[in-house]
């Protein structure tokens, strides 16, 4: 059955989302801003700016016309954090009143610490809201590696539709029921990723990076559990999962960007160079406020966020990243 679907954002991630759906058989229009990259998705079937060697399905239709989305009854927003509540501002007088909306977005609102489904939410009323999340390097799903994500709603009726829309043999989806524990650990790990990117860069042993990610993951829950989430959520693709993949991948920027920062560079010459939204920055600033105000032990975020926003130095030594953890090392265990 062909079904309509819109893909909000023209990135890396929503084109190959948006090509997947497509090669289902669905009608799918994928909105972005840059005209240059909608003449070369509607005349050659390339994204030449994300991923110039993925050849796109023909039933894929790039616009920047918001309007196109209207008759669309799945609607996926696959834009940065900061421009997440801009785009939906513009697309909301467009939505079907029965459409499905789905975040694909990793990352939370500073002004009353809010998820992007949160915002979609308070934004719109009546709909059935899913969030996608997991270790999804989209350059390696272009390439059909078998990859896994999650389909978190309150809906089981969404979450099955979007089984229906996105799977493919190399692309598998599984579903949960708990979107806000899903949502946020795919907002936190990013955080990780620049602490494991730093140790890279510092030349750190793989001792190191595993007790980074350890640690990482206990930080992760413990928030997300004082914030309402289930801590089973995080033994799951959207936490632990996610956590290594972005951890370990130089294909990730948060990663990346904490290589170039152990290497001595400073943030903006990191952020410079990696030209792409790197929503770990904006994600340790939100949740050190908020462990600060909640009173959560998060000693690898207190010491990132002296590092990068409190300019300390780093003085090539891994343990300023690390700070001074609790001794305990399961987090839920009595």
Same mark, same amino acid.
Request: charged share 20%; proline share 3%; glycine share 10%.
């Given at each position: 059955?062909?079904?309509?679907?819109?893909?909000?954002?023209?990135?890396? $991630?929503?084109?190959?989302?948006?090509? +997947?759906?497509? *090669?289902?058989?669905?009608?799918?229009?994928? $909105?972005?801003?840059?005209?240059?990259?909608?003449?070369?998705?509607?005349?050659?079937?390339?994204?030449?700016?994300? +991923?110039?060697?993925?050849?796109?399905?023909?039933?894929?239709?790039?616009?920047?016309?918001?309007?196109?989305?209207?008759?669309?009854?799945? *609607?996926?927003?696959?834009?940065?954090?900061?421009?997440?509540?801009?785009?939906?501002?513009?697309?909301?007088?467009?939505?079907?009143?029965?459409?499905?909306?789905? #975040?694909?977005?990793?990352?939370?609102?500073?002004?009353?610490?809010?998820?992007?489904?949160?915002?979609?939410?308070?934004?719109? @009323?009546?709909?059935?809201?899913?969030?996608?999340?997991?270790?999804?390097?989209?350059?390696? /799903?272009?390439?059909?590696?078998?990859?896994?994500?999650?389909?978190?709603?309150?809906?089981?009726?969404?979450?099955?539709?979007? /089984? @229906?829309?996105?799977?493919?043999?190399?692309?598998?989806?599984?579903?949960?029921?708990?979107?806000?524990?899903?949502?946020?650990?795919?907002?936190?790990?990013?955080?990780?990723?620049?602490?494991?990117? /730093?140790?890279?860069?510092?030349? #750190?042993?793989?001792?190191?990076?595993?007790?980074?990610?350890?640690?990482?993951?206990?930080?992760?829950?413990?928030?997300?559990?004082?914030?309402?989430?289930?801590?089973?959520?995080?033994?799951?693709?959207?936490?632990?999962?996610?956590?290594?993949?972005?951890?370990?991948?130089?294909?990730?920027?948060?990663?990346?960007?904490?290589?170039?920062?152990?290497?001595? +560079?400073?943030?903006?010459?990191?952020?410079?160079?990696?030209?792409?939204?790197?929503?770990?920055? @904006?994600?340790?600033?939100?949740? $050190?406020?908020?462990?600060?105000?909640?009173?959560?032990?998060?000693?690898?975020?207190?010491?990132?966020?002296?590092?990068?926003?409190?300019?300390?130095?780093?003085?090539?030594?891994?343990?300023?990243?690390?700070?001074?953890?609790?001794? @305990?090392?399961?987090?839920? #265990?009595?």
């Amino acid at each position: 059955m062909e079904r309509e679907i819109a893909v909000l954002g023209g990135g890396s $991630w929503g084109t190959v989302l948006a090509n +997947l759906a497509s *090669i289902n058989g669905n009608k799918v229009t994928l $909105w972005m801003r840059d005209e240059s990259n909608i003449r070369s998705i509607n005349e050659a079937n390339l994204n030449t700016r994300y +991923l110039p060697d993925y050849l796109l399905d023909e039933n894929l239709t790039a616009t920047s016309n918001i309007e196109d989305i209207r008759s669309s009854l799945f *609607i996926l927003f696959c834009v940065p954090s900061n421009s997440f509540k801009e785009v939906l501002t513009k697309a909301i007088q467009h939505i079907n009143p029965d459409a499905f909306l789905i #975040s694909a977005t990793k990352g939370i609102e500073e002004e009353g610490f809010l998820l992007m489904s949160q915002i979609l939410e308070n934004e719109t @009323k009546g709909h059935d809201i899913g969030v996608i999340s997991g270790p999804n390097l989209a350059q390696e /799903i272009s390439l059909n590696q078998l990859t896994g994500t999650v389909i978190a709603s309150k809906s089981r009726v969404l979450q099955d539709e979007c /089984i @229906k829309v996105f799977s493919s043999d190399s692309f598998r989806l599984y579903t949960n029921d708990d979107p806000y524990g899903v949502e946020l650990g795919g907002a936190l790990k990013n955080i990780y990723a620049i602490a494991c990117g /730093i140790a890279d860069g510092l030349d #750190s042993g793989e001792n190191t990076v595993g007790m980074i990610m350890t640690r990482g993951l206990a930080e992760m829950s413990r928030f997300a559990v004082n914030q309402g989430a289930d801590p089973m959520t995080f033994l799951g693709l959207s936490g632990v999962g996610d956590l290594i993949t972005t951890c370990a991948s130089p294909l990730s920027r948060n990663h990346a960007l904490g290589k170039l920062i152990g290497k001595g +560079l400073t943030i903006d010459e990191a952020q410079k160079e990696i030209g792409q939204t790197t929503e770990g920055l @904006k994600t340790l600033k939100v949740v $050190w406020e908020k462990a600060k105000e909640e009173g959560i032990e998060m000693p690898i975020v207190n010491s990132l966020y002296k590092i990068i926003y409190g300019k300390e130095s780093l003085e090539g030594s891994i343990e300023k990243v690390l700070g001074t953890d609790q001794p @305990k090392d399961v987090e839920f #265990s009595r």
